[in-house]
């Protein structure tokens, strides 16, 4: 079932290698329905992957596992060698994985500038939360953020009061805020332009080295643009792996594709 | 753009201060107007009558609990119909020593030994000592909140089903009461007390010195809630309100930060507790149990649930009314209170609290502002 998977020998491979994130033969079981279904994955330090599928291929229930808002039924998530498959949500997030939510997770009764400074707080331990006073180097972060992000000349308005597009990035800058090493970006380029697209994959693009970065999309221009190896996921499983070019090429991923596209005007 | 969402002052109507990330608490003009209210508050012992006072301590004490509701309900986002459960445990805590220091060697409180009694129950025991009965109004309101609050929050239970929680919680307390008449006082509760440490209850002077206590008590609350609100811890509490998942996922544990809402609301209701039984010379199960703890909701739900002297106006505005119209049409109260709540929550979401915002921001206030403050901009 597993054959083409990648290498699922996770528990020889020396810690100090450049693997950030192993995910090994992960099946996510809801009432019979694997969501997943033995998937394995492996992501390197500072790259960048972008996984693809029809819908229903489970791509954010793997996003969802590996962040521990769903459990796998079997199988294990490594990060930076440790097993945290079944570590709680906040503890995963502590040891470094920040994720974007595919609609947009901001705060919005806060500002822009405390959602952020949210996230940039190291310590997230509850009794620090009475503590007065600003981190003067999470300040400059978060300073450095609203300008990447585009959105410092409206540090002050609330979240809530921010167009889609920009709550869109607002969510992005936070997940960066965190410092986290792995970033799961669940479609954030939904609801984009052209325009506002490009900017993404410019901003997504900067990120990768510091940070590994795994995202979620369907636009094939957006694609184009972040120049990545994809994965392709089908029911739950591994299909493929390639560049961009290769993948758009690949006969078994049109199939699925298209065989999709075909169902959809049947039904 | 920026400017039109600017107050001049961070309220916590409007969340976090919104001067910037984490300006520190000011005290601005809405504090400077509180502490001119608590001066001539302060003054009430002689511009009223002894029944006037009375009545104003009971409805400032119920106000300690009213500002806890806003911590809880407004800032968590978590909605406790239990309170008067905190607010009984506080009462009865008091008034056990009260009985108890009444009493002479190896005597019992007159309701035992109606009861048949012949002996203090284990748990009455430690309430002989003052400060074990001035602890354990904030003590074991606090300690049980923070025990059923950790084990309810922790399995991510909120919303409505910890409404019902509650509720389920402050029936069975008033039942439990209700059916352990040897040892609680049973319907009629504990009452007929004579001295708290020596000090003759009924006195002028014991009359003036607990209403003045209870608006300190008051006041301090206030600052000290306010303090919290505009605190990280505040901001995060909302964001919480907000985002539950959002913030789990940014490596927050939500579960402490509602621990302690929750656990600060129940020390707050039990303090108002122990002081409402002072000034009201009794504590029952009619004031702690299904009914009572939905009233209270409602004063905050009137006077604005995210603002700390709104929950206040709200206690007053409402029990005065309930004091006005129940004694003229008994049958009626609960039903003016159910009407009040039904407008409330349909007409104005943020109470009168919201209501004086919204006026505050329209223009005309504006203008009329700028004309008497003398500058225009």
């Given amino acids: 079932m597993n054959a083409t998977a990648p290498a699922s020998h996770i528990g020889t491979i020396d810690p100090v290698t450049n693997l950030l994130l192993a995910v090994d033969g992960v099946t996510v079981d809801f009432d019979g329905f694997k969501a997943l279904n033995g998937f394995s994955l492996t992501l390197d330090r500072g790259t960048l992957r972008v996984l693809i599928g029809p819908n229903g291929a489970g791509k954010s229930t793997l996003c969802d596992t590996i962040i521990g808002r769903v459990r796998a039924t079997s199988g294990r998530v490594i990060f930076k060698g440790q097993d945290i498959t079944h570590l709680p949500e906040h503890e995963i997030v502590r040891r470094g994985i920040c994720r974007k939510f595919q609609t947009p997770g901001v705060l919005s009764g806060l500002s822009v500038v405390d959602n952020l400074m949210i996230a940039a707080r ?12 600003v981190d003067a180097e999470e300040k400059a972060r978060v300073a450095d953020i609203l300008e990447t992000i585009g959105l410092a000349d409206r540090a002050h308005i609330p979240a809530g009061q921010l167009a889609h597009g920009e709550k869109q990035w607002l969510e992005i800058g936070m997940v960066v805020a965190t410092r986290a090493d792995l970033l799961l970006l669940d479609e954030p380029t939904a609801g984009m332009g052209p325009a506002e697209t490009s900017q993404t994959a410019a901003l997504i693009r900067r990120l990768v080295g510091q940070h590994t970065v795994l995202v979620i999309d369907h ?47 049947h039904g | 753009m920026d400017m039109s969402i600017h107050r001049d002052t961070p309220t916590p109507l409007t969340g976090a201060p919104l001067s910037g990330p984490m300006a520190g608490p000011r005290f601005s003009r809405p504090v400077a107007l509180s502490l001119a209210l608590v001066a001539v508050a302060a003054l009430a012992p002689w511009l009223v009558s002894a029944y006037e006072l009375n009545l104003l301590a009971r409805f400032l004490a119920m106000g300690l609990l009213a500002m806890g509701l806003v911590l809880v309900w407004g800032q968590g986002g978590v909605l406790s119909l239990g309170q008067g459960v905190f607010f009984g445990l506080g009462g009865y805590a008091i008034a056990m020593h009260m009985k108890l220091a009444a009493l002479g060697e190896g005597e019992l409180p007159d309701f035992m030994v109606w009861s048949g009694l ?120 909302r964001a919480i309100r907000d985002g539950e998942n959002r913030i789990r996922f940014l490596g927050y544990d939500p579960t402490p930060f509602k621990v302690v809402a929750f656990t600060i609301g129940a020390v707050l209701a039990g303090l108002a507790g122990a002081l409402f039984t002072l000034h009201a010379g009794v504590v029952s199960p009619a004031l702690v149990g299904v009914v009572p703890s939905i009233e209270m909701v409602i004063w905050v739900a009137v006077g604005g649930r995210n603002s700390l002297a709104g929950a206040i106006a709200g206690t007053l505005a409402v029990n005065l009314a309930k004091d006005g119209v129940s004694s003229a049409f008994p049958d009626l109260w609960l039903y003016a209170l159910g009407l009040v709540f039904v407008l409330v929550v349909t007409l104005l979401p943020g109470g009168f609290a919201g209501l004086v915002g919204d006026v505050a921001d329209t223009s005309w206030a504006k203008r009329l502002k700028s004309i008497i403050v003398g500058r225009s901009k």
């Fill in chain 2, 118 to 237: 012949d002996a203090l129950p284990w748990w009455w025991v430690p309430f002989k000592s003052p400060l074990v009965a001035i602890l354990g109004v904030m003590l074991v309101p606090g300690v049980l909140a923070a025990l059923f609050s950790w084990a309810v929050f922790r399995r991510r239970v909120g919303g409505v089903y910890f409404a019902l929680i509650t509720q389920a919680l402050a029936l069975a307390f008033a039942t439990l009461l209700v059916s352990q008449q040897p040892s609680t006082g049973g319907f009629n509760g504990l009452t007929d007390f004579q001295t708290l440490m020596g000090v003759d209850l009924g006195s002028t002077a014991a009359a003036h010195g607990l209403y003045w206590l209870t608006l300190a008590l008051v006041a301090g609350a206030f600052l000290g809630l306010r303090l919290l609100m505009n605190s990280r811890y505040g901001m995060l509490l």
């Fill in chain 1, 219 to 265: 636009d094939m221009s957006f694609l184009e643009q972040l120049d990545a190896r994809v994965t392709v996921m089908h029911q739950g499983q591994f299909l493929k792996e390639g560049s961009v070019a290769a993948i758009r090429e690949d006969a078994d991923v049109a199939a699925v594709y298209l065989g999709r596209t075909k169902e959809e005007k």
């Fill in chain 1, 122 to 133: 190291r310590d997230r331990r509850w009794w620090c939360s009475f503590r007065q006073g």
